[in-house]
């Protein structure tokens, strides 16, 4: 074994000292979490409607600086809505990334949607601007006011950038980009929870944001997720669209819409308003140790990526990028078999099968990103 591969597992052991395997990322779950639960079970509002599903809303509008959020059963269903009420239609185009995880992808296909993927950035991992600039010029043009694929024939509705593993892309640029084609920008912050740009939090730059609450995330409540918009319209529709679009009635079950069973439950609202709480050190306790991971690593000859000058990132998954796909595996291979757990990114979407005929750009550092990254154990170490 290479001697920077046998300090690094040493290095990542020491980190974790009381775990026998050392998991990518567990949640914690140190804060008031049995308490409101408990409450919730108290009150027999534990299904959809609740006053912990409100106050959550309440609580991620006053993190992100949105002026709505919207509580949903997943990340997957937040996006799959935000698309919805965005107004991409069936057989229109969304702009995505290649680099991401398929839920991205997924929901883009729920509405009946084409994923276009386009490449990422090499400082932050996520959507470029100037790939995105690029795609836009270079086979779409603006007609009527909206933007068309010349090489389809059909309309570009949206743009999904994904802000990779926590770390902010260039989001402001993006934004500009898609006011300047008439395109809907929603971005999947399912990642950057805690993460800012320029100052402002992740997922409020465009039409509508959203996140994730998987157990894997920065937070978690077993399985939750949320929209966030400035929008009212938009949160009204959305949170309509995720109660089955009953009109609201004392007595009569009246629907005007076809309708999702999407909203939160009151009994993971419960849990999401105690881990919520729990954010800022949670964050602050990950940073500490992307600081450690970044000297350390710097120190053996392993590239270490950190934040970019306009970024303050949580370092959700933090991320190695080794010389090539062969040390990357022998990496791969090493640490998971000395009970740290590692894992390579997401094999690009224009790979899978379902995604295989969808139009990109090449995907030059997309590919590059691929066959070196790798993310190591990154779980908030707070006993
Ligand atoms: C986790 C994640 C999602 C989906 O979230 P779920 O809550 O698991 O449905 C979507 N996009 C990205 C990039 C994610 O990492």
Known sequence: MPANFESAIAHIKSLYPDEEFIPLHEPKFIGREKEYVADAIESTFVSSVGAYVNKFEGMMADLTGAK???????GTAALHMALLVAGVKQGEEIISQALTFVATANAISYIGAIPVFVDVDMDTLGMSAEKLQDFLSSHCELRNGFTYNKVSGRRVAACVPMHSFGFPC?????AAICAEWNIALVEDAAESLGSYYKGKHTGVFGQ?????????KTITCGGGGAIVTDDE???KLARHLTTQAKVPHAWEFNHDMIGYNY???????????????????FVENKRELAGLYRDFFSSVGIAFQTETADAQANYWLNVLLMQDRGERDA???VTNKSGVMTRPAWTLMHKLPMFRDAQHDGL?????IEDRLVNIPSSVRIA
Do not use: H, Y
């Not at 509508?208 to 157990?215: A, K, M």
């Open 364 to 368: 030059q550092n997309s590919l590059w």
């Open 68 to 74: 709505f959020a919207v509580a949903t059963v997943n």
């Open 208 to 216: 509508l944001g959203t996140f994730s609450f998987n157990g894997n």
């Open 331 to 333: 990496f791969l291979e």
């Open 233 to 235: 319209d938009l949160a």
């Open 263 to 281: 909203r939160m439950p009151n009994l993971n609202a419960a849990m999401a308003c105690a881990q919520l709480e729990q954010l800022p050190r």
């Open 170 to 174: 260039k989001i402001d640029e993006i």
